[in-house]
Nanobody, 126 residues
Framework: QVQLVESGGGLVQAGGSLRVSCAAS????????MGWFRRAPGKERELAAA????????FYADSVKGRFTISRDNAKNTVYLQMNRLKPEDTAVYYC???????????????????WGQGTQVTVSS
């Protein structure tokens, strides 16, 4: 059983920072692509960032590039999303997602991800 649990969300003022974490359990997660998706109120879910197993390949949405950094600690089966210079439009529920990637590539769409966390709320006030 694969389980992903997010933590670290909260309320922060615009310009501030937060780091959300995703702890994975129930598997080895070797060769897993992991991503952070977010769903803002009234909007569709979008991929904010993704990272492959080795950590040598990352993806960032244009809206977060330069402000967010995704990283992973495979020894701890944990992926992080460091969010800096937050904007009110970053307000969303942030979801961790994971799935096996035999090619070693990261996944940049929802389809390949079979395992999802329940999300953590990030609210950025203006």
């Amino acid at each position: 059983q694969v389980q992903l649990v997010e933590s670290g969300g909260g309320l922060v003022q615009a310009g501030g920072s937060l780091r959300v974490s995703c702890a994975a359990s129930g598997g080895t997660f070797s060769s897993y692509s992991m991503g952070w998706f977010r769903r803002a109120p009234g909007k569709e879910r979008e991929l904010a960032a993704a990272i492959n197993w080795s950590g040598d390949s990352t993806f960032y949405a244009d809206s977060v590039k330069g402000r967010f950094t995704i990283s992973r600690d495979n020894a701890k089966n944990t992926v992080y999303l460091q969010m800096n210079r937050l904007k009110p439009e970053d307000t969303a529920v942030y979801y961790c997602a994971a799935d096996y990637s035999p090619s070693g590539r990261l996944y940049t769409s929802e389809g390949p991800y079979r395992y999802w966390g329940q999300g953590t709320q990030v609210t950025v006030s203006s």
